[in-house]
């Protein structure tokens, strides 16, 4: 059990840990029925009384929370603090201030008391340790960490570990990689994106990142660690073992990958119940897609039930990786939001499978951007991949337009427009990465 941070939790038998989430559900349903005025409107309203949740189904008779909700009770302001309606514990317990990105909107903000951080720092250190982290690493982290809590929770849980912990923060690209060629840093916990910038940076240092000390890259942010051709790219690249991790600001770390032999992300299911629903709100078989409902089971400054994370999935079964965890997995990590699948011409396209195509193809830089427009002559929306031709690979451009149109129409069943610039054209995102542009009006 070398692999695993918590063995008695990790390989708990399924019906001890089935029994185990549905009391800390119960005993989290009761606490914030107490202490959070959204969530006793809510259980009112639906009449439900926590003490007298049992089941599963018990459970999914409760009503999921929306990130608007969340947002609306902390508009809400009562004025002695900035969580609105949703803080459960007195002010003076607070901690930590995070905030999500706000990318899809207003950003919400996140109090944390010391017990969650706690928590927080052994969610991550279950997912650093899966991945190999040890005592004797030294964990080069590339960001200034702001408000955002995902990597000063890993800074903490390596922290927690005993690994030494490198902060990056102002610092341009090329002083990071000089960084962490001179400290030999052996673990790098970043984006996808990033740890693709930092592999460019190093090339024009005249620096092969494959050959510096780095043996892992811990990936948080985006789903690309999970999409085959971005993994392959990474870890041919920097010649590292390349991991994934899942979780928001709302929920906390609630997947991760390992060592054993399934390309996919185990729920933490410990520390979180995980459902996987179907448009209904129905569960999903295992073999099946659907989104993700999330409740961390032990939050407690601002803790939130079923909340709705509007991740895809295919689930599995907990017996598909040889690990040992008794933890069900997502088959092939997170598929992408609910809100980033995009209807093109009648066909639902996911940037996901537009990353694999293009992070297979070597004739191409693993930058691009898709660009959706409005109708054209023949009454179909255009959809076009800006990518930037390899200055090292002299296939000729109509070679790699064909390569990439045929790749992509097989993938994602549309037929796109493919433009190509020369490497280093476009921009390089520095965290998460929006890749996808529809400039499509909304009038029809």
């Not at 933490?268 to 295992?286: I, K, Q, T």
């Given at each position: 059990m070398a692999g695993m941070w918590n063995p008695s939790l990790e390989t708990m038998p399924r019906e001890r840990l089935e029994r185990r989430q549905r009391r800390k559900f119960r005993e989290q349903a009761q606490y914030v029925y107490e202490n959070v005025p959204l969530f006793r409107d809510k259980l009112d309203r639906a009449g439900i009384d926590p003490e007298g949740i049992e089941t599963f189904d018990d459970i999914r008779a409760v009503p999921t929370t929306t990130k608007g909700e969340l947002r609306r009770a902390q508009a809400t302001e009562d004025g002695d603090t900035p969580y609105g309606d949703l803080l459960a514990v007195d002010p003076a317990e607070v901690r930590e201030y995070h905030r999500t990105s706000g990318t899809t909107g207003t950003p919400l903000r996140q109090a944390e008391s010391g017990r969650d951080w706690e928590w927080w720092s052994d969610c991550w250190a279950t997912v650093l340790w899966a991945q190999g982290v040890r005592p004797d690493d030294r964990v080069f982290v590339p960001f200034s960490y702001g408000a955002y809590v995902a990597f000063w929770a890993a800074h903490y849980a390596c922290e927690r570990i005993g690994a030494e912990v490198v902060p990056g923060g102002n610092l341009s690209s090329a002083e990071r990689v000089e960084r962490i060629a001179d400290l030999e840093a052996t673990v790098i916990v970043t984006t996808p994106t990033y740890a693709l910038r930092l592999a460019e940076a190093a090339e024009r240092e005249g620096i092969d990142p494959a050959a510096t000390s780095v043996e892992r890259i811990v990936c948080a942010g985006e789903p690309g660690a999970s999409v085959p051709g971005t993994k392959a790219a990474l870890e041919t690249r920097w010649g590292a073992s390349v991991y994934d991790?899942?979780?928001?600001?709302?929920?906390?770390?609630?997947?991760?990958?390992?060592?054993?032999?399934?390309?996919?992300?185990?729920?933490?299911?410990?520390?979180?119940?995980?459902?996987?629903?179907?448009?209904?709100?129905?569960?999903?078989?295992?073999?099946?897609?659907?989104?993700?409902?999330?409740?961390?089971?032990?939050?407690?400054?601002?803790?939130?039930?079923?909340?709705?994370?509007?991740?895809?999935?295919?689930?599995?079964?907990?017996?598909?990786?040889?690990?040992?965890?008794?933890?069900?997995?997502?088959?092939?990590?997170?598929?992408?939001?609910?809100?980033?699948?995009?209807?093109?011409?009648?066909?639902?396209?996911?940037?996901?499978?537009?990353?694999?195509?293009?992070?297979?193809?070597?004739?191409?830089?693993?930058?691009?951007?898709?660009?959706?427009?409005?109708?054209?002559?023949?009454?179909?929306?255009?959809?076009?991949?800006?990518?930037?031709?390899?200055?090292?690979?002299?296939?000729?451009?109509?070679?790699?337009?064909?390569?990439?149109?045929?790749?992509?129409k097989r993938a994602c069943g549309l037929t796109f427009r493919i433009r190509l610039r020369d490497a280093g054209v476009l921009e390089r995102p520095e965290r998460k990465a929006n890749r996808v542009h529809d400039r499509r009006s909304t009038d029809g």
């Open positions: 991790h899942a979780g928001a600001t709302e929920t906390g770390a609630w997947g991760y990958s390992c060592d054993g032999d399934s390309l996919g992300l185990h729920f933490n299911e410990a520390r979180f119940l995980v459902e996987v629903v179907d448009d209904d709100g129905s569960p999903v078989e295992p073999g099946e897609e659907g989104t993700l409902v999330v409740t961390p089971l032990d939050r407690h400054a601002q803790p939130y039930l079923r909340f709705e994370q509007r991740d895809r999935v295919t689930l599995e079964a907990p017996d598909v990786c040889d690990c040992g965890r008794t933890f069900r997995i997502a088959d092939g990590g997170i598929l992408g939001r609910d809100d980033e699948f995009i209807t093109v011409n009648g066909v639902l396209l996911s940037p996901t499978a537009v990353e694999d195509v293009v992070r297979r193809t070597d004739a191409v830089t693993d930058e691009y951007r898709v660009v959706i427009d409005d109708h054209d002559e023949k009454e179909l929306d255009a959809v076009t991949l800006l990518a930037e031709a390899a200055p090292q690979n002299p296939t000729d451009p109509e070679s790699i337009e064909r390569t990439l149109r045929r790749r992509l």
